[in-house]
């Protein structure tokens, strides 16, 4: 169901999505919210399961808790808040997928190569032009960064049993599991202390970037090629013809911790030289870590297969 076939019945469908995901987005949370006051209840904290934002409570002005602990239970609400609408938006994007098809994603590859090919560009033009993309994230830090990398764990594990509490094919038996490890991934975020007590070094700001560079991002360029080379076949062109000129856009990746050197009054040329030598390090560790996944994958029997001379050439 092409945008470009069906606009009306499209903007129709398009408008049902959303109010479906707003449903679901209030839904979403109002489960998450009382998971966090079931929490808050068994640890004794009445008086802060009252003042949860977006379920109903009754607030009374006399029996409010510390401001301290306030401000921890609302930034707590806040980052599931953070995490519902990911999640939300992360099954809206593929329920529009599947209703009106790969193009019905503003801003997505498959959407603007076909608007291309429709004004006349051809797919040299495309994979030419494309070569002189260049996209640089910059990973940054400042000496006051409080979030301990401990509490990122936190978030990743509560994300995680999030996209299991809501999975469609669970029975109840499962559900009611799924919310038991919600609960537990939850309690353990209240209980983890969010703030560093001291200052964070830039070694320890590099650690925890480095989480990004090595855990996060190598899987997710991944993911992005493969979305542009489907979409590139799925739009008629040749694949050749956009490895031949440069397979796509070029990402690369800027790092300030180590080597700010306006706004960091501790880092030093020595901090530089180590900071680039552990990225090395990083870089080299990632590499055998592959290496060795490739290993386990291909479990070719060499007597059998020989590789082609053209490959032992190469190697």
């Given at each position: 169901?092409?945008?470009?076939?069906?606009?009306?019945?499209?903007?129709?469908?398009?408008?049902?999505?959303?109010?479906?995901?707003?449903?679901?987005?209030?839904?979403?949370?109002?489960?998450?919210?009382?998971?966090?006051?079931d929490?808050?209840?068994?640890?004794?904290?009445?008086?802060?399961?009252?003042?949860?934002?977006?379920?109903?409570?009754?607030e009374?002005?006399?029996?409010?808790?510390?401001?301290e602990?306030?401000?921890?239970?609302?930034?707590?609400?806040?980052?599931?808040?953070?995490?519902?609408?990911?999640?939300?938006?992360?099954?809206?994007?593929?329920?529009?997928?599947?209703?009106?098809?790969?193009?019905?994603?503003?801003?997505?590859?498959?959407?603007?190569l076909?608007?291309?090919?429709?004004?006349?560009?051809?797919?040299?033009?495309?994979?030419?032009?494309?070569?002189?993309?260049?996209?640089?994230?910059?990973?940054?830090?400042?000496?006051?960064?409080?979030?301990r990398?401990?509490?990122?764990?936190?978030?990743?594990?509560?994300?995680?049993r999030l996209?299991?509490?809501?999975?469609?094919?669970?029975?109840?038996?499962?559900?009611?599991?799924?919310?038991?490890?919600?609960?537990?991934?939850?309690?353990?975020?209240?209980?983890?202390?969010?703030?560093?007590?001291?200052?964070?070094?830039?070694?320890?700001?590099?650690?925890?970037?480095?989480?990004y560079?090595?855990?996060?991002?190598?899987?997710?360029?991944?993911?992005?090629?493969?979305?542009?080379?489907?979409?590139?076949?799925?739009?008629?062109?040749?694949?050749?013809?956009?490895?031949?000129?440069?397979?796509?856009?070029?990402?690369?990746?800027?790092?300030?911790?180590?080597?700010?050197?306006?706004?960091?009054?501790?880092?030093?040329?020595?901090?530089?030289?180590?900071?680039?030598?552990?990225?090395?390090?990083?870089?080299?560790?990632?590499?055998?870590?592959?290496?060795a996944?490739?290993?386990?994958?291909?479990?070719?029997?060499?007597?059998?297969?020989?590789?082609?001379?053209?490959?032992?050439?190469?190697?």
């Amino acid at each position: 169901m092409s945008e470009l076939k069906n606009p009306k019945s499209n903007q129709s469908e398009s408008k049902r999505l959303v109010a479906k995901g707003l449903e679901s987005l209030e839904q979403e949370l109002l489960e998450v919210m009382n998971a966090l006051r079931d929490v808050l209840l068994s640890a004794g904290k009445d008086r802060l399961a009252s003042l949860l934002p977006w379920i109903e409570r009754g607030e009374n002005p006399e029996t409010l808790a510390e401001a301290e602990e306030i401000a921890e239970v609302y930034s707590i609400a806040f980052q599931l808040l953070d995490m519902v609408e990911e999640q939300v938006a992360l099954e809206a994007r593929r329920e529009r997928e599947m209703v009106l098809g790969p193009e019905g994603e503003k801003g997505m590859w498959p959407r603007c190569l076909k608007r291309l090919k429709s004004e006349g560009y051809s797919e040299l033009d495309i994979a030419e032009a494309m070569q002189s993309v260049r996209v640089e994230p910059v990973f940054t830090a400042h000496p006051t960064e409080a979030k301990r990398p401990s509490v990122r764990e936190r978030h990743r594990a509560l994300y995680d049993r999030l996209l299991d509490l809501n999975d469609c094919g669970l029975t109840k038996r499962q559900k009611d599991q799924a919310r038991d490890e919600f609960m537990t991934a939850l309690e353990a975020l209240w209980n983890t202390g969010e703030i560093h007590e001291e200052r964070p070094t830039v070694e320890r700001e590099l650690r925890n970037v480095l989480f990004y560079l090595r855990e996060v991002f190598p899987e997710t360029l991944e993911q992005i090629d493969d979305r542009l080379e489907r979409a590139w076949e799925d739009t008629g062109f040749d694949p050749d013809t956009l490895k031949n000129v440069g397979e796509g856009p070029r990402i690369r990746f800027g790092l300030w911790i180590g080597g700010d050197r306006d706004g960091h009054p501790f880092v030093t040329s020595e901090t530089t030289r180590d900071t680039l030598a552990e990225l090395r390090r990083q870089a080299i560790k990632l590499y055998r870590r592959e290496l060795a996944n490739a290993a386990y994958q291909l479990t070719v029997t060499a007597p059998s297969h020989p590789a082609s001379d053209a490959l032992m050439s190469r190697l």
